[in-house]
Nanobody, 123 residues
Framework: QVQLVESGGGLVQTGGSLRLSCVAS????????MAWYRQAPGMQRDLVAAITSGGSTNYADSVKGRFTISRDNAKNTVYLQMNSLKPEDTAVYYC?????????????????WGQGTQVTVSS
């Protein structure tokens, strides 16, 4: 059993900052790519940023220069530092991880999602 738990969302004014965290726990063998997605009401879920186990990153154009994704492999944790927030950043933010886990029959692999954390940016 593997779980992802996010924290750090909230209400912030335009121009403010928030830091999201996502911790993976359970029978984890290794974590490959970790990512943050977001979904605004009535919209599809879109990739915000991703980071590989080696630290390579990629970002949506809309957040480049404002958001920074990082991870602590020892803590099975991924972070999203969000600066210069805009009202259009308002959404539920989800953590996603590609995890190799220990099953009874050996190792297996699956994508896991957190429950989401609300980020609201007021104008």
């Amino acid at each position: 059993q593997v779980q992802l738990v996010e924290s750090g969302g909230g209400l912030v004014q335009t121009g403010g900052s928030l830091r999201l965290s996502c911790v993976a726990s359970g029978s984890i063998f290794s974590i490959n790519t970790m990512a943050w997605y977001r979904q605004a009401p009535g919209m599809q879920r879109d990739l915000v940023a991703a980071i590989t186990s080696g630290g390579s990153t990629n970002y949506a154009d809309s957040v480049k220069g404002r958001f920074t994704i990082s991870r602590d492999n020892a803590k099975n944790t991924v972070y999203l530092q969000m600066n210069s927030l805009k009202p259009e950043d308002t959404a539920v933010y989800y953590c996603e991880a590609d995890i190799t886990y220990k099953a009874l029959y050996g190792l297996d692999n699956n994508d896991y999602w957190g429950q989401g954390t609300q980020v609201t940016v007021s104008s």
